[in-house]
């Protein structure tokens, strides 16, 4: 049943709402992963960003697709949680276990729940700044991205520069204002077997689609 809910979401809703209200143009569509296991990271300027970065991928494809996601935000009530869980499909981390040590004396894994999906063979939206940001700006990267990948090496990353969606609907705002966006997708990225090498390429990756959009056109 919720599955077809969330055929009826995704296509009667969200891409009339993206596709056609804001508008929304791909570059380099063809390197985005076209199956699991695999990461997508992008900057998150917008609550839109997820919905957008999902409508990249074919119906067939996005059932296999999951973003990363708040859980003290998005399961705070039940029918939120509903709509979190069973429509968009998010894995929800629980920020509250950042640096906790659990009752056997372990440090607690809050990105476990990612690792899992990919061994899955999930396709996983993660943002990076770990936050909305403000309008067109870059946060500061966190490193949960590169304490992921380190376990599963072999995974590749594929990041998307979101142009335009902080403008269309920003953080603190709730009336969406048309505003034409861009997904910019770049090649993608491996474990390069250390932690700071690792996120300065994945910065550095990012930083570069972020100039692209930036760049006149004529």
Partial sequence: MHHTLRYLFFNGIARPLLLILIGLNVRRRHLL??????????????HLDTLMLML????????????????DYFLKNRVLAWFATRIIGILPIERSNIGRTGSDGQRVDPLLVVTEALDREEIVILFPEGTRGD??????????????????????VTPVFIH?????LPRGE?????????????EPIFWTGDRAS??????DCITTLAGEANRPTW
């Fill in 56 to 71: 990249l991928f074919s119906s067939k494809t996005r059932r296999r697709v999951r973003p990363v996601a708040a859980a």
């Fill in 198 to 203: 690792f996120m300065n390429k994945v910065h």
């Fill in 33 to 46: 992963p076209a199956r699991g296991p695999a990461l997508l990271i992008a900057n998150h300027n917008s």
């Fill in 135 to 156: 309008p067109e700006q870059l946060g500061t990267f966190q490193s949960g991205v590169a304490h992921i990948v380190r376990k599963r090496p072999r995974v590749p």
């Fill in 174 to 186: 709730a009336l969406l204002v048309p505003f034409f966006c861009d997904a910019f997708v770049g």
């Fill in 164 to 168: 335009g969606l902080g403008k269309a």
